[in-house]
């Protein structure tokens, strides 16, 4: 890899300031010794007293060579990634029963101190079960043939006393690892998610948060993954939903492009269930239908397709296109969350008995032969941490957006919506792209009327950042960039800048090859000197790679 050193262009900014609501959920500790809160509400994430759209992406620690650690979080952090999402493989960590490694790449506390020391917070998902492609979901053989052997004491996911106590130790263990790390603690630990993909029941999920608690996770929020719809009632409030959609999938069992629902994650909707989740697991006709209270939640995602795994049966080639136009039907349709998975590929550890990847010779999610090392995942950042330049930028410009953004969009509810279009206040979100049907459409975001220092503006282009009093926009194909200002239109010349009459702001359209180089760091505006470049603050110092 080779690194420059790049110049400021613009100054910094301040942003406004939005009234918080009142009304949030209660979990753990919302505060940190700094004094800086996280709150959760119906809209979503209240972060020091402000509403705001965070961006999580998914990199798994054992994946990835510890001495990467840091140059991947600050190339995701470049990318616009606000949160990271992890799963804590029970079988990468005890193989065998007892035996505890917590060595190498993975070191779950290292990883953690990397994280705080880059100003990352994280969501640890604790399983048991997490799945991931993962040899029997992370399920311990020794669990698993205690489970064959006397199912009454250790039936998996269940209430069996044994499995509990198992799971009891695992959460203990993985908690002493993450000990000190807490958002309360000045860590960057800020939520948990129990287990995954499960049906419940109910008392199951209580139980496993009851253990989490009991053992120190105290964090800001708890989650679950909101599919499959869960096997009777639930308590309200006590594990937020967070949902997901993929552009394809390996698992589907038919062989044919698209099947089943997977266009629909192409288009704005109301119903935030996907069908296309785990169909071997689930079914093909999944219940995507939501109850009344469960539109009470905010609307957040945690497994947007950031790309593909192949499997031996079903090799998806995704082609870099489809995570933005997904993203921006989520926020379209009312999310307050774009989580990504993966954001980051990885490679599957050694284990002393097992490759570690899913295959058909187990009895645990024994669905589909992955392959044995690779899990690049054809993710915005691949396994060796090569970005994909489509993915990556595409996302890192709208990432940007709700960075400057992000505090007024996560107020505005869905004023108007249909398969392409969608109205939030005074942002219009639209997308036509569906992967292999139409991989000529388009998607883009554009203000219409949005409030400005005093002025209103309207653009035939999408909001990019701000800085200090100029408004950066991006062009949207097909589209001639036009801004107007308080009804006046000016037809921009890409990389112009135009003063407003009063000189109290400016506008510019950035031409498309000088978007993707360009970077807002520390409230400036940096261009990185090579297509493709990414550029990342290491040690004081802005350092680009490519």
Not at 222 to 235: C, F
Not at 411 to 416: A, I, N
Not at 454 to 482: L, M, S, W
Request: charged share 25%.
């Amino acid at each position: 890899m080779r690194f420059k050193t790049v110049f400021t262009f613009c100054t910094a900014l301040a942003l406004p300031v939005l009234a918080a609501t009142a009304q949030t959920f209660s979990f753990g500790t919302k505060t940190n010794p700094r004094g800086e809160t996280i709150e959760v509400d119906s809209k979503g994430f209240i972060i020091d007293g402000k509403h705001a759209v965070p961006v999580m992406g998914e990199i798994h620690y054992a994946r990835v060579p510890e001495k990467e650690w840091r140059r991947e979080i600050q190339k995701m952090k470049a990318g616009g990634i606000t949160i990271i999402a992890t799963y804590c493989f029970w079988i990468h960590h005890e193989e065998k029963e007892g035996e505890w490694n917590w060595d190498g790449n993975r070191n779950l506390s290292r990883f953690l101190d990397v994280c705080r020391q880059e100003g990352m917070p994280v969501v640890l998902r604790i399983g048991p079960f997490c799945r991931g492609e993962v040899y029997q979901g992370g399920m311990p053989s020794w669990i698993v043939e205690k489970a064959q052997k006397d199912p009454a004491n250790f039936k998996l996911r269940s209430m069996a006393p044994g499995f509990i106590a198992a799971t009891t130790e695992l959460y203990r263990n993985i908690y002493l690892q993450a000990a000190g790390r807490m958002w309360k603690d000045g860590g960057p630990v800020v939520g948990v998610q129990i287990e995954n993909e499960c049906r419940g029941p109910w008392a199951y999920l209580m139980t496993l948060k009851d253990i989490a608690v009991g053992t120190g996770f105290d964090t800001p929020f708890y989650t679950r993954t909101g599919w499959p719809k869960l096997n009777g009632k639930e308590e309200f409030g006590k594990l937020l939903p967070l949902y997901g959609d993929y552009a394809d999938g390996f698992w589907d069992r038919k062989l044919t492009d698209m099947p089943g629902e997977y266009p629909k994650a192409f288009i704005m909707k109301d119903a935030r269930v996907s069908g296309v989740i785990a169909t071997e697991t689930f079914g093909t006709n999944q219940d995507t239908r939501l109850e009344a209270k469960d539109m009470q939640y905010p609307y957040l995602t945690c497994e947007l397709g950031g790309g593909m795994m192949p499997a031996y049966h079903r090799r998806i080639n995704m082609s870099g296109n489809e995570i933005l136009p997904l993203a921006i039907c989520k926020l379209g349709s009312g999310s307050n969350l774009p989580g990504y998975y993966m954001y980051h590929g990885g490679t599957n550890p050694c284990g002393n008995e097992y490759t570690m990847a899913e295959t058909q010779a187990s009895t645990v999610t024994n669905y589909n032969d992955m392959p044995l090392k690779s899990y690049d995942f054809q993710a915005p950042l691949g396994e060796m941490g090569q970005p994909d330049v489509k993915a990556y930028h595409s996302t890192r410009l709208l990432h940007q957006f709700l960075a400057d953004w992000g505090e007024q969009l996560a107020t505005m509810p869905v004023d108007t919506l249909s398969e392409h279009y969608a109205r939030r206040g005074c942002f219009e979100f639209y997308n036509d792209y569906v992967r292999i049907l139409n991989e000529d459409g388009v998607c883009y975001v554009r203000p219409v009327d949005m409030p400005w220092k005093g002025h209103r503006i309207t653009a035939d282009a999408q909001p990019f950042c701000h800085i200090g009093d100029t408004v950066f926009f991006i062009p949207v194909k097909g589209k001639k960039p036009v801004v107007w200002v308080d009804g006046k239109a000016y037809k921009t010349k890409c990389d112009r800048t135009y003063t407003i009459k009063g000189g109290d702001m400016a506008i510019c359209v950035m031409s498309e090859p000088k978007a993707l180089r360009a970077f807002k760091i520390d409230g400036h505006l940096y261009f990185a000197n090579h297509d493709g470049g990414i550029l990342f603050k290491d040690n004081g110092v802005i350092t680009e790679e490519y």
